[in-house]
């Protein structure tokens, strides 16, 4: 399974013919080391909520490669006007798919929609455990720190991506304790660095995780599980 990290919260994966990109905030992010007519062939795409730092460039990429956007109902309903293919789900879900299993977890968090006419309701945000070949990665979206995580150790989570910057989601401490929680194999840190308010030190997260591998992805950079 190969993961590259494009900046913030957005991540490229590829295993076999899965490809797919989640959080698509390519356009306007400073650290994305690609433009989004550089992504590539994909098959899925992952909007875990509606905010455009993470919405981002979903509907244009989508229409360049044909790729499902997977989101929640709220999320599909507003992209019905933009002739792309949705596949939409909600907290709790879980599904099979030709390439693995999808099931959509919560986030503590908003998702309002910022369009011309003004912000509009983008429904519940989320996370995602993407199941492909056995190997299951976490996306926990843009949250703050719950007690629902402590759920996620039953489903033996290999990689879990975190958010750390603080303001809008969990800090550094609050981001060890999630870890803590899920027991993943491995934790990547996001979601920090990207704007001067969630200037985090990846590093004080790695050097505080007891519990697991932590390994830090530069944009640009890929890893391989």
Known sequence: MKLKFLGHSCFYLEEGSFKAIIDPFITGNPQSP????EVGELTHIFVTHGHGDHFGDA???????GATIITNHEIGAYLGKFDVQVHTMHIGGRIKM???TIKMTPALHG????????????????????????????????????????????????????????????DVK????????????????????????????????????????????????????
């Open 111 to 170: 998702s309002g929609i910022t369009t011309e006419e003004g912000m509009i309701c983008g429904g519940n945000p989320g996370g995602f455990v993407i199941e492909v070949n056995n190997k299951k990665i976490y996306h926990a979206g843009d949250t703050g720190l719950t007690l629902d995580m402590k759920l996620l150790e039953e489903e033996n989570i290999d990689i879990a991506l975190i958010p750390i910057g603080g303001n809008f989601t969990m």
């Open 59 to 65: 509907v244009p990429i989508a229409k360049a490669t």
């Open 174 to 225: 609050d981001a060890v304790r999630a870890v803590e929680f899920i027991k993943p194999k491995i934790a990547i840190p996001m979601h920090y660095k990207t704007f001067p308010v969630i200037n985090s030190d990846p590093y004080e997260f790695k050097e505080a995780v007891k519990t697991c591998d932590v390994v830090i992805l530069n944009p640009g950079d890929e890893y391989n599980y």
């Open 34 to 37: 690609i433009s989004k007519e």
């Open 98 to 100: 030709d390439f693995g």
